[in-house]
């Protein structure tokens, strides 16, 4: 039996035709979209490489059945950037190392995109350091990826405090 289902992916709506309804949204973005961005490391909702947003939400997309988020909003790292304009958070990333082989890098900018829209952020390394802890880096990249996220944050900070000037 087949199921219909349309999802808004980085601004464009699809429609898309299941014919497995246990297929996840990790599948779905990496086989039927070819957004590879979206990494599949443990599937199993423990690594977080797999991390989208979800209607504003981070979300470990290898957990989420695509079935289930009919009409739902879909940002993956693809989406990000506006043309050569990079994401703050992405530019962030770049400025302090907060990569190594790259393979967390996509679920880790979109983990700290969804903490800073979610207010979750602030000033406290400790508190993002707990925020990420569903982010795995094997490299060990923490401290560039804290100061990534502190950098960003601190960005968003003062162009909001400009907008309410």
């Known amino acids: ?27 779905l973005l990496r086989e039927r979209l070819h957004l590879t961005g979206t990494k599949k490391g443990c599937d199993r ?3 977080g490489a797999c991390t989208i947003l979800l209607d504003g939400k ?6 989420a059945l695509a079935i289930s988020h009919d009409g739902a ?7 990000v950037a506006r043309g050569d304009q990079l994401h703050p958070v992405q530019a962030a990333f770049i400025a302090h190392d907060g990569l190594q082989c790259g393979f967390c890098t996509p679920g ?12 979750q952020a602030g000033n406290d390394p400790e508190r ?3 925020c990420m802890s569903g982010n795995l880096c ?11 996220v502190l950098e960003a944050q601190a960005g968003a900070d003062e162009t909001n405090q400009r907008r309410s000037a």
């Open 73 to 79: 909003e879909i940002l993956t790292i693809e989406g």
């Open 128 to 130: 993002i350091r707990e």
């Open 45 to 47: 909702g423990q690594c």
């Open 138 to 148: 094997r490299c060990g990249a923490y401290a560039g990826i804290v100061d990534a």
């Open 58 to 63: 981070r979300v470990n997309s290898c957990l």
């Open 108 to 119: 880790q900018i979109m983990s700290a995109i969804g903490m800073m829209q979610e207010a």
């Open 1 to 27: 039996m087949n199921h219909s289902i349309s999802l808004t992916v980085n601004g464009a709506r699809r429609d898309f035709v299941l014919d497995d309804p246990r297929v996840t949204l990790l599948d």
